[in-house]
C-alpha cells in the first residue's frame, strides 16, 4: 500500500515566519499534487508537480518535486494569518488514475 | 474553474437508517468521479472511484454492499450509506475529473455526517 507521509504533523508560527512541509513516501509518482483545505470545505486544489526537480511558485509559495519522484516539498515565505489551514499532498502513480492523499500537515499562524 | 455541488451539505440521521449523498459537476462532464472518505483532524481516504455507466471500484477494506454508489449520468454520482451507524459518522468528499488520467479534479464542498 503507497502511504505518503507529510511532516510535521503540527505546525504553529508567528506570522512573517518561513516554514517548510514535506511529503515523503517509497512510491514513484507520475505526478503530485499540492492542496489546502479549510475546516468544512473541500481542499482546494495549490499546484500540480509531474517532472523530477521540477519547481513552482505561487506567489510566496514554493513547491518542490524531488528527483527521484518520491517526495515533495512546499515552503511558504513570511508566512501570514491566511495561510492557516491543513495542507494536504496527494500522488498517483502510473498506471493508476486515482490519488492518494498525505497524512496531512496542519497548520497555524499567528498574528 | 468547474464546479462541483455536495447535497445535503449536513446530514444528522438515525442509526439503522440509510443516507443518500449526491455529487454534482455544475458546468462540465464529469467520466470519473472519487468518494472519500475524512475522520476529525486527519487526512482524506479515498473510499472509491466511479465512472459513468459502469460500476464503482472500491478500495481495499471499504464495503460495496454499505456504501453504494452509483454514478449514472455524467454530472450526477451518488452515495447511499446504507443502514448507518454512528462509526460512520464523517465528512464525505467527492471530487469529478474531467476524464480518468487527467491531472485536474475538482472537489465538493463536503457532506458532514452524523449517525445518533
Known amino acids: 500500500t503507497q502511504l505518503l507521509e507529510q511532516s510535521p504533523q503540527f505546525l504553529s508560527i508567528q506570522e512573517g515566519e518561513n516554514l517548510t512541509v514535506y511529503c515523503n513516501s517509497s512510491?514513484?509518482?507520475?505526478?503530485l499534487q499540492w492542496y489546502r483545505q479549510e475546516p468544512g470545505e473541500g481542499p482546494v486544489l495549490l499546484v500540480t508537480?509531474?517532472?523530477?526537480?521540477e519547481v513552482k511558485k505561487l506567489k510566496r509559495l514554493t513547491f518542490q518535486f524531488g528527483d527521484a519522484r518520491k517526495d515533495s516539498s512546499l515552503h511558504i515565505t513570511a508566512a501570514q494569518p491566511g495561510d492557516t489551514g491543513l495542507y494536504l499532498c496527494?500522488?498517483?502513480?502510473?498506471?493508476?488514475?486515482?490519488?492518494?492523499f498525505g497524512t496531512g500537515t496542519r497548520l497555524k499562524v499567528l498574528a | 474553474g468547474a464546479v462541483v455541488s455536495q447535497h445535503p451539505s449536513r446530514v444528522i440521521c438515525k442509526s439503522g437508517t440509510s443516507v443518500k449523498i449526491e455529487c454534482r459537476s455544475l458546468?462540465?462532464?464529469?467520466?470519473?468521479m472519487f468518494w472519500y472518505r475524512q475522520f476529525p483532524k486527519q487526512s482524506l481516504m479515498l473510499m472509491a472511484t466511479?465512472?459513468?455507466?459502469?460500476?464503482?471500484?472500491?478500495e481495499q477494506g471499504v464495503e460495496k454492499d454499505k456504501f453504494l454508489i452509483n454514478h449514472a449520468s455524467l454530472t450526477l454520482s451518488t452515495l447511499t450509506v446504507t443502514s448507518a451507524h454512528p462509526e460512520d459518522s464523517s465528512f464525505y468528499i467527492c471530487?469529478?475529473?474531467?476524464?480518468?488520467?487527467?491531472?485536474?479534479?475538482?472537489f465538493g464542498p463536503g457532506t458532514r455526517l452524523t449517525v445518533l
Open positions: 466511479s465512472n459513468e455507466g459502469s460500476k464503482a471500484t472500491y
Open positions: 508537480v509531474v517532472t523530477g526537480g
Open positions: 471530487s469529478a475529473s474531467l476524464q480518468a488520467g487527467n491531472d485536474e479534479q475538482f
Open positions: 458546468d462540465f462532464q464529469a467520466t470519473t
Open positions: 512510491s514513484v509518482f507520475s505526478s
Open positions: 496527494a500522488g498517483r502513480t502510473s498506471g493508476t488514475y486515482k490519488y492518494i
